[in-house]
């Protein structure tokens, strides 16, 4: 296991460098090519180019009678080509959606191929074995002169993007909008289907049909946890793709009985669910923490107003309060009373005694301030947005925990620092 | 697409329960993947709800990802599982008839297949007909569902195990691929050529028929794959209900056109 590792990171063997080159290259050139038919939301296109290619390359092989490699890839390439423009018209000219129109045509589009292929293989022509390297993938065995054609492809891709860059991001973006400012949409989608199909013809030779859609997809479905910013999220989703290609290489090579398309799209769908659920800021465990805090601060801030308002109804500021007071006023369960008073007391803001809770004076402070903004927004509704006195409260509920310091200062000198609220409340200042 | 998702994605659910069962027993195979088709009802949904990932990106993602998991099993255990990567994406009709049930007197009573794919018709039918309320319902306005108590989600669900109960039970016969065809293709074309649900449901049914017998035929005649045949015919039945109802579609527009218009 280790020595194969290490054979393997010599690079000793030319052809391990071919392939892991090959897959890096593909994996890459895909990752870009991707990046905007995801962005365009027209993801699963790659699925259906990648399974209708199919009846392309056996057509070519029909006709030709030769397994010529360019003749297959413009066999595939027209066919990939026709089934994008059938998906199109049929989901325009009828009633018919265009996931469906997508399932439908990639199924008959494969099915007709299958047919194709097996009638090719039992003529007994001898030149057809290896037609099927296309189904299923071929990367272990990818030798020089392949390695050569998937670079020129690759190159070609990301040439095009680049040239075309401003454009393909406007009608990724905004379609709408790039056709009112005279730019030829119907052509520039003509390219990105064009680029998409010779990606997936060039692709589907290292991973195999079905996996083809995962190395359009999938790595910019893991670039866009990362960055907003498009240049970026095309060069996140590049490495991810390269970086799959090779480790998927160096799997299939320490473990030779493993199959290297599988795992390349193992490796980046792994990458993809550690975006989604680990990354800082998008990630689903990141907005789950975010969320919960959020609620917990509401909650504390709830019931150190609460304390305020008890003690301003009898007149006992800076006396133990009992839970059982706060449920009065609040209706927490029991046991979250408990629980944010104990967190309340860990921050500082309260102190307990055996009668009960109290404010802090750093609490007091939090908690006038939390009143003084509930009351200078009931304040501010009714006298300038002319609600009545008895809408208002729901509102200020909500708002007294989002208002900034600085949205405080403009509310104060707004309303020239008033006395007291729609409700006669004293608005306690510090 | 959901449906062609699935068909991909019950694959390790197939492998894992041909590893535990250690044969091709139907039922296994069955309960294997329509936890699978579970599972990858859920996953999509989970992406797209919960990671924010536009939906047909967590289709993609997911059915890759399971298919993928489910050939490198296949690839681990080559020894083991009687499996391969070509039957499974475009099976072989034409052996079904080799794979018989031999009774223990030693009768031959046909092939397992037919018994496999007439129990899941059956419990499909009884699905459909028990169901046919609520899966209309859900399927046409999730919302109202709701408000009378339907559990949409319940009967998406269900309705997605009986996807993946059938494409199991015809993957041997058709392969994963071939099989999103039939569960397309007869249905696309039933639905260009009626509004009404019922109908819709018994014309693809004869659709699907009509193609599989043309593509038997046409199999025969050029000694090719059966399965491929008949995605092919039912390819071409589509076509032609497309362009009728083009053309009749146009006639409508023309005559209303061709009306004068009284402003």
Same mark, same amino acid.
């Given at each position: 296991?280790?020595?194969?590792?290490?054979?393997?990171? &010599?690079?000793?063997?030319?052809?391990?460098?071919?392939?892991?080159?090959?897959?890096?290259?593909?994996?890459?050139?895909?990752?870009?090519v991707?990046?905007?038919?995801?962005?365009?939301?027209?993801?699963?296109?790659?699925?259906?180019?990648?399974?209708?290619?199919?009846?392309?390359?056996?057509?070519?092989?029909?006709?030709?009678?030769?397994?010529?490699?360019?003749?297959?890839?413009?066999?595939?390439?027209?066919?990939?080509?026709?089934?994008?423009?059938?998906?199109?018209?049929?989901?325009?000219?009828?009633?018919?959606?265009?996931?469906?129109?997508?399932?439908?045509?990639?199924?008959?589009?494969?099915?007709?191929?299958?047919l194709?292929?097996?009638?090719?293989?039992?003529?007994?022509?001898?030149?057809?074995?290896?037609?099927?390297?296309?189904?299923?993938?071929?990367?272990? &065995?990818?030798?020089?002169?392949?390695?050569?054609?998937?670079?020129?492809?690759?190159?070609?891709?990301?040439?095009?993007?680049?040239?075309?860059?401003?454009?393909?991001?406007?009608?990724?973006?905004?379609?709408?909008?790039?056709?009112?400012?005279?730019?030829?949409?119907?052509?520039?989608?003509?390219?990105?289907?064009?680029?998409?199909?010779?990606?997936?013809?060039?692709?589907?030779?290292?991973?195999?049909?079905?996996?083809?859609?995962?190395?359009?997809?999938?790595?910019?479905?893991?670039?866009?946890?990362?960055?907003?910013?498009?240049?970026?999220?095309?060069?996140?989703?590049?490495?991810?793709?390269?970086?799959?290609?090779?480790?998927?290489?160096?799997?299939?090579?320490?473990?030779?009985?493993?199959p290297?398309?599988?795992?390349?799209?193992?490796?980046?769908?792994?990458?993809?669910?550690?975006?989604?659920?680990f990354s800082?800021?998008?990630?689903?465990?990141?907005?789950?923490?975010i969320?919960?805090?959020?609620?917990?601060?509401?909650?504390?801030?709830?019931?150190?107003?609460?304390?305020?308002?008890?003690?301003?109804?009898?007149?006992?500021?800076?006396?133990?309060?009992?839970?059982?007071?706060?449920?009065?006023?609040r209706?927490?369960?029991?046991?979250?009373?408990?629980?944010?008073?104990?967190?309340?007391?860990?921050?500082?803001?309260?102190?307990?005694?055996?009668?009960?809770?109290?404010?802090?004076?750093?609490?007091?402070?939090?908690?006038?301030?939390?009143?003084k903004?509930?009351?200078?927004?009931?304040?501010?509704?009714?006298?300038?947005?002319?609600?009545?006195?008895?809408?208002?409260?729901?509102?200020?509920?909500?708002?007294?925990?989002?208002?900034?310091?600085?949205?405080?200062?403009?509310?104060?000198?707004?309303l020239?620092?008033?006395?007291v609220?729609?409700?006669?409340?004293?608005?306690?200042?510090? | 697409?959901?449906?062609?998702?699935?068909?991909?994605?019950?694959?390790?659910?197939?492998?894992?329960?041909?590893?535990?069962?250690?044969?091709?027993?139907?039922?296994?195979?069955?309960?294997?993947?329509?936890?699978?088709?579970?599972?990858?009802?859920?996953?999509?949904?989970?992406?797209?709800?919960?990671?924010?990932?536009?939906?047909?990106?967590?289709i993609?993602?997911?059915?890759?990802?399971?298919?993928?998991?489910?050939?490198?099993?296949?690839?681990?255990?080559?020894?083991?599982?009687?499996?391969?990567?070509?039957?499974?994406?475009?099976g072989?009709?034409?052996?079904?008839?080799?794979?018989?049930?031999?009774?223990?007197?030693?009768?031959?009573?046909?092939?397992?297949?037919?018994?496999?794919?007439?129990?899941?018709?059956?419990?499909?039918?009884?699905?459909?007909?028990?169901?046919?309320?609520?899966?209309?319902?859900?399927?046409?306005?999730?919302?109202?569902?709701?408000?009378?108590?339907?559990?949409?989600?319940?009967?998406?669900y269900?309705l997605?195990?009986?996807?993946?109960?059938?494409?199991?039970?015809?993957?041997?016969?058709?392969?994963?691929?071939?099989?999103?065809?039939?569960?397309?293709?007869?249905?696309?074309?039933?639905?260009l050529?009626?509004?009404?649900l019922?109908?819709?449901?018994?014309?693809?049914?004869?659709?699907?028929?009509?193609?599989?017998?043309?593509?038997?035929?046409?199999?025969?005649?050029?000694?090719?794959?059966?399965?491929?045949?008949?995605?092919?015919?039912?390819?071409?039945?589509?076509?032609?209900?497309?362009?009728?109802?083009?053309?009749?579609?146009?006639?409508?527009?023309?005559?209303?056109?061709?009306?004068?218009?009284?402003?």
């Amino acid at each position: 296991m280790l020595e194969n590792l290490r054979n393997f990171f &010599s690079f000793q063997d030319i052809n391990v460098l071919y392939v892991s080159l090959g897959t890096i290259i593909l994996g890459a050139s895909a990752a870009v090519v991707g990046s905007f038919t995801f962005l365009r939301k027209r993801a699963l296109i790659g699925d259906a180019i990648a399974h209708a290619i199919l009846p392309g390359i056996c057509l070519a092989f029909l006709l030709s009678g030769t397994k010529n490699y360019l003749l297959l890839i413009v066999g595939a390439f027209i066919s990939g080509w026709v089934s994008i423009l059938l998906v199109d018209y049929i989901s325009k000219n009828s009633k018919i959606k265009e996931d469906t129109a997508i399932g439908l045509i990639l199924s008959v589009f494969f099915g007709f191929g299958v047919l194709l292929l097996t009638y090719i293989q039992q003529s007994g022509n001898s030149a057809q074995t290896g037609l099927d390297s296309f189904l299923f993938g071929k990367a272990a &065995s990818m030798v020089q002169q392949d390695v050569i054609i998937f670079s020129i492809i690759s190159i070609l891709l990301v040439v095009m993007v680049g040239l075309f860059y401003k454009e393909l991001q406007l009608i990724s973006f905004d379609e709408n909008f790039a056709r009112s400012i005279g730019l030829p949409v119907k052509g520039l989608i003509f390219m990105l289907s064009s680029l998409t199909v010779l990606a997936v013809v060039t692709g589907i030779q290292a991973v195999g049909v079905v996996l083809m859609a995962a190395l359009l997809i999938t790595p910019t479905a893991a670039a866009k946890y990362w960055s907003g910013y498009l240049p970026r999220i095309l060069l996140i989703a590049a490495f991810i793709g390269g970086f799959s290609g090779f480790s998927g290489t160096a799997i299939s090579y320490v473990a030779p009985n493993m199959p290297t398309g599988p795992w390349v799209v193992m490796v980046l769908s792994l990458i993809a669910f550690i975006s989604i659920f680990f990354s800082p800021k998008k990630g689903i465990i990141a907005k789950a923490i975010i969320q919960v805090r959020h609620r917990q601060r509401i909650q504390d801030e709830n019931i150190i107003k609460t304390f305020f308002q008890i003690a301003e109804a009898e007149e006992s500021f800076g006396e133990p309060k009992t839970i059982k007071m706060i449920r009065e006023k609040r209706y927490y369960s029991d046991k979250l009373i408990l629980k944010i008073l104990r967190r309340l007391k860990r921050h500082g803001y309260l102190s307990q005694t055996k009668e009960g809770y109290f404010l802090s004076s750093f609490g007091q402070k939090k908690a006038a301030r939390l009143v003084k903004l509930h009351r200078l927004w009931e304040l501010y509704l009714t006298d300038y947005l002319r609600i009545a006195p008895d809408h208002v409260h729901e509102d200020a509920d909500t708002i007294e925990h989002l208002i900034t310091p600085e949205l405080e200062k403009r509310l104060e000198e707004k309303l020239g620092y008033p006395e007291v609220d729609p409700h006669n409340s004293k608005i306690p200042y510090d | 697409m959901v449906g062609d998702a699935i068909s991909h994605a019950v694959l390790p659910g197939i492998v894992i329960a041909f590893l535990w069962s250690g044969s091709r027993d139907s039922v296994t195979m069955l309960i294997g993947a329509g936890i699978l088709g579970i599972l990858t009802t859920f996953l999509i949904e989970f992406f797209t709800n919960k990671g924010k990932l536009q939906s047909d990106a967590s289709i993609g993602v997911t059915f890759t990802w399971l298919f993928a998991l489910g050939v490198i099993l296949i690839s681990a255990f080559t020894g083991q599982v009687d499996l391969d990567q070509e039957c499974v994406l475009y099976g072989e009709i034409a052996y079904v008839p080799l794979d018989t049930i031999v009774l223990a007197s030693g009768l031959d009573i046909g092939p397992s297949a037919i018994y496999l794919l007439g129990t899941v018709f059956i419990l499909v039918i009884a699905f459909i007909i028990l169901g046919f309320n609520q899966l209309k319902i859900t399927t046409f306005d999730p919302q109202y569902a709701i408000s009378l108590g339907i559990s949409a989600t319940l009967w998406n669900y269900l309705l997605m195990s009986f996807v993946s109960f059938t494409t199991v039970a015809s993957f041997e016969s058709v392969g994963a691929i071939l099989v999103v065809a039939f569960l397309i293709a007869p249905a696309a074309t039933a639905y260009l050529l009626t509004q009404d649900l019922k109908k819709m449901i018994i014309l693809s049914c004869i659709i699907g028929i009509l193609s599989a017998i043309g593509g038997h035929f046409l199999a025969l005649s050029i000694n090719g794959s059966i399965a491929g045949a008949m995605a092919s015919v039912a390819g071409v039945l589509f076509g032609i209900a497309f362009v009728y109802v083009r053309i009749t579609s146009r006639k409508v527009a023309k005559i209303t056109s061709a009306e004068p218009i009284n402003a």
